[in-house]
């Protein structure tokens, strides 16, 4: 019988095309057997039932095959939040904490309305809304999937502060909330060129092209989002987006052009510019 330190060797065989393959093996023999990671070193020497190394195996194949690890167990830690994930949706990313970040900088009123736009998973809104139970949130995406999923996230979370419904971009919004001016308006929009390589490469390849891609030049819906926003802002309201390492620039002349002002973009712990973020006037 294999033991445990038998399967986790296993991770070599992934190294080519994961940058950690030790953690995705861990992660994977800890769904197999419903155990955490210090429990995998604590009894590495252990031999493991015969269905418990083959559902190992189901899932290690699916790994190697390429698809993302947040897929195969069916959920991704993001903030203080263990998230439900699925095809329908981005897998949320480290880097798009450093957007919530921001927004807890932010000296915002106790009581702000709050506005996530392309919510996906929930992400972003649920961390939001864990951090400050007296904001009143509301999250939109286009899918229904996706509306499905974050509400299941929200439900799971315990977080009664937030309200989770349909719509593409403002559309629904100005339906639903006609007299709503929201304090802080967050998104991590598509913003991937259409024919950007990397949609080829790695995890991307299993996650839906309506979150990842958005135009040519992937500004297309960066310009719904910070163009329309002034509409739905308070004033001296705050709007901030995620975008790639290379729109920094013309991010900024979005936000300068639409009204915001010390309009701001900050890099991810890669040194890459990530986030843009500005206030309306007042």
Known sequence: MATVNDLLLRHSELSP???TALLD???LLCH????????????????????DSQHFEQLFKRRLEGEPVAF?????????????????????????ELLVEAALELDLPDQSLVLDLGTGTG?????LASEHPSWQLTAVDVQPQAVALAEQNRSQCQLDNVQIYQSDWFTAVANRQ???????????????EVDDAHLFEGDVRFEPASALVSGTDGLDDLKIVVGQSSGFLQPAGWLIVEHGHEQGEVVRELFNDAGFVLVE?????NQMDRITLGRLQD
């Not at 197999?32 to 269905?51: G, I």
């Not at 195969?72 to 939040?81: A, D, N, R």
């Not at 006609?178 to 991937?192: D, G, R, T």
């Not at 973009?265 to 712990?269: F, H, S, V």
Request: proline content about 11%; cysteine-free; charged content about 20%.
């Open 72 to 96: 195969i167990v069916g959920t991704q830690g993001f903030w203080t939040l263990d998230l439900g994930v699925s095809p329908h949706t981005l897998i949320p990313r480290p880097e798009t």
């Open 123 to 127: 992400a972003i809104a649920l961390a």
């Open 32 to 51: 197999s057997l419903s155990v955490d990671r210090t429990w995998l070193k604590t009894w590495p020497d252990k031999e493991l039932p015969a269905a």
């Open 25 to 27: 093996t861990e992660l």
């Open 17 to 19: 095309a994961s940058d």
């Open 178 to 192: 006609p007299q709503a001016k929201f304090n802080l308006i967050v998104s991590n929009p598509p913003y991937i």
């Open 265 to 269: 973009t900050r890099q991810d712990y």
